[in-house]
């Protein structure tokens, strides 16, 4: 059994949600060449409240306590994931990969097409964990031009081009 429980996140919980991603990105600190550039700041509480108004955004509790969640963005037939983070407490549990579970079954049932995002290609927790979870890489980002503003846009806010990527996943 695991000591842990995933829900649909609520407009309260977003005050706890910058806490956890930053923790979450403390992790970068250690990885090479992503020090000054990734995890060091928060999507803010008010942001991440708007995020959950739209639904589908999910936590994961543990103990009376947020450790993990995942906010999303619907796009017409896609739900974009804005941020996914676990806790480093609780990381190497499987939270990260229920949540992803559960996004994609409830994603499916609301009739969404595909999960989509964008991730480092070289962090093992980032592209090859999604990849593991049935995730494949936009080769083509001129054909999905949402995607492809998103990585222009983290490109302006300091993040190596050449370390990032957008992937989708199809349900279904």
């Known amino acids: 059994m695991s000591d842990f429980s995933i829900r649909l996140a609520r407009v309260e919980d977003a005050a706890h949600l910058p806490e956890i991603e930053l923790a979450a990105g403390r992790l970068f600190l250690n990885f090479e060449g992503l020090a000054g550039v990734a995890g060091m700041h928060a999507i803010p509480a008010e942001k991440q409240a708007s995020l959950i108004r739209k ?4 936590v994961a509790e543990a103990e009376g306590r947020l450790v993990g969640f995942i906010s999303t963005e619907p796009f ?11 806790h480093p407490d609780m990381q190497r549990r499987g939270v990260g990969s229920v949540l992803l579970r559960a996004l994609g079954i409830d994603a499916h049932n609301s009739g969404f097409a ?17 990849a593991r979870h049935g995730f494949e890489t936009v ?4 054909a999905h031009p949402r995607l492809k503003a998103d990585i222009e846009q983290e490109v302006a806010h300091g993040l190596p081009r050449e370390r990032r990527c957008a992937m989708i996943r199809f349900l279904g």
């Open 114 to 130: 595909s999960l989509t995002l964008t991730t480092f290609l070289d962090v093992p927790w980032n592209a090859p964990f999604y």
């Open 139 to 142: 080769s083509n980002l001129d």
């Open 76 to 86: 017409r037939r896609e739900l974009h994931i804005r941020e996914f983070s676990v």
């Open 55 to 58: 639904g589908h955004s999910l």
